[in-house]
């Protein structure tokens, strides 16, 4: 037995799944396990293992991972939108923002641009990627099904100013009766040793018209050295600084714990290719305003994985979609500091990019938060467009049900 408590210690964050429990709040699945009274022999039974005194390491990481409940797991259909969020050759649109409901109405910000991209070329001008040269729009739905784009919400800025090449990938956030708008900023010239930044824009109603805060809000770490002069090469370094010492990306603003959180995604200079793919972990700052001055938490990197960012209230804590990149990709993680993030379920075939729909938050049933909502399609290099992902957990089976009751006696 004593490799199961080495064994407990060091795989705490490995992906698990098993049939036991029901309606357990997240703290309580984090806290406990949900089997008590499940014995070593039982759970040999259940995991199907052929002979206890030859276990694989397979069979030792699997009795290793802790005994919690599937309420989390489940999977997604996409789909493809009607009126202005169809596909439109020439045309861009991705990185939905989440999905306000006001008056009669789904609410959506994102990114829009024109044109095919080059890539990084000699010449500065060219369009780099297709979230090059955008800004950020609003569109509206009575369905959720057929869209109508309305206007630019965030434009660029004028020649100079930190947002003045683009505007792109938005997080909306309704706080007592001001709406806020969070977004990358690049200044030009857009070249891969760009160093971005996140923006606000703030305004009384969705509709607009937007104010947008003068200044960045978050920007990079103010460490990590380039190795020569060469603006094309992002990977030479004298050293890596920290984990977001490039980029600042895909914000998520919100108030929790009497502060306002701003959640991000970090690049370090010079990342990596590891054995879970691209070296990309997520951040949080606090501030007690939406404009900052934003502290980032001494715990920072608040995860090891992720790409995109998506965050919801559920619980009394912070919940976090973990996606794309790293050893935990596809993972739900949960925090009740929402800092100190536990896994609480492999998530299959998470869209990219999601927009949750926000009046799901807080709920009581654990998946309610991916009912529905926003994500994108690459078309082609170039062109990307919005879609609709909905989200549903498989039944559970009657060898399911004959375990609960086991762990109930």
């Given at each position: ?63 290793a991972w802790p005994d919690r409940n599937n309420n989390w797991y489940g999977q997604f ?249 790293g050893p935990e990709r596809n993972t739900v993680q949960w925090a009740k500091d929402g ?71």
């Amino acid at each position: 037995m004593k490799f199961l408590t080495t064994l407990g210690t060091f795989l705490t964050s490995i992906v698990f799944l098993n049939a036991c429990g029901s309606n357990l709040t997240a703290q309580s699945a984090i806290e406990s396990d949900v089997c008590l009274n499940e014995s070593y022999d039982e759970k040999i039974e259940r995991l199907g293992i052929t002979n206890e005194k030859y276990l694989s390491t397979a069979s030792k990481r699997a009795l290793a991972w802790p005994d919690r409940n599937n309420n989390w797991y489940g999977q997604f259909r996409v789909r493809d939108l009607k009126g202005d969020f169809a596909y439109e050759k020439g045309v861009t649109r991705r990185d939905p923002s989440s999905v306000l409901y006001e008056d009669g109405l789904y609410h959506t910000w994102y990114s829009r641009s024109v044109g095919p991209s080059k890539g990084f070329t000699d010449n500065f001008d060219d369009k780099t990627w297709p979230w090059d040269y955008t800004d950020v729009w609003h569109a509206t739905s009575k369905d959720g099904i057929t869209w109508k784009e309305h206007k630019a919400a965030v434009e660029r800025g004028k020649a100079g100013e930190f947002d003045d090449r683009s505007v792109f990938t938005p997080e909306v956030f309704k706080h007592e009766d001001t709406y806020y708008l969070v977004y990358q900023t690049v200044k030009s010239p857009y070249i891969q040793r760009v160093k971005n930044q996140v923006g606000i824009s703030s305004s009384s109603s969705p509709w607009g018209p937007w104010k947008k805060h003068p200044e960045p809000i978050l920007s990079p770490a103010d460490n990590g050295q380039w190795l020569g002069d060469d603006p094309h090469n992002r990977f030479s370094v004298i050293n890596k600084g920290d984990f977001d010492s490039h980029k600042v990306h895909d914000p998520y603003l919100t108030f929790f714990n009497g502060k306002f959180h701003l959640y991000y995604k970090g690049e370090q200079m010079g990342w990596e290719i590891t054995f879970g793919g691209r070296e990309i972990r997520h951040g949080v700052a606090t501030s007690d305003s939406p404009f900052g001055p934003f502290t980032k938490s001494p715990f920072n990197p608040i995860s090891n994985s992720g790409h995109e960012v998506a965050i919801w209230h559920y619980d009394g804590g912070i919940g976090s979609l973990i996606t794309t990149d790293g050893p935990e990709r596809n993972t739900v993680q949960w925090a009740k500091d929402g800092v100190n993030f536990e896994i609480l379920a492999n998530i299959k075939s998470a869209p990219h990019a999601m927009g949750l729909l926000r009046k799901n938050d807080n709920s009581k049933q654990p998946f309610k938060i991916f009912d529905w909502g926003l994500t994108h399609k690459y078309q082609n290099k170039d062109y990307q467009y919005i879609q609709r992902f909905d989200g549903s957990q498989p039944k559970r089976s009657k060898t399911s049900a004959t375990y609960k009751l086991k762990c109930a006696d």
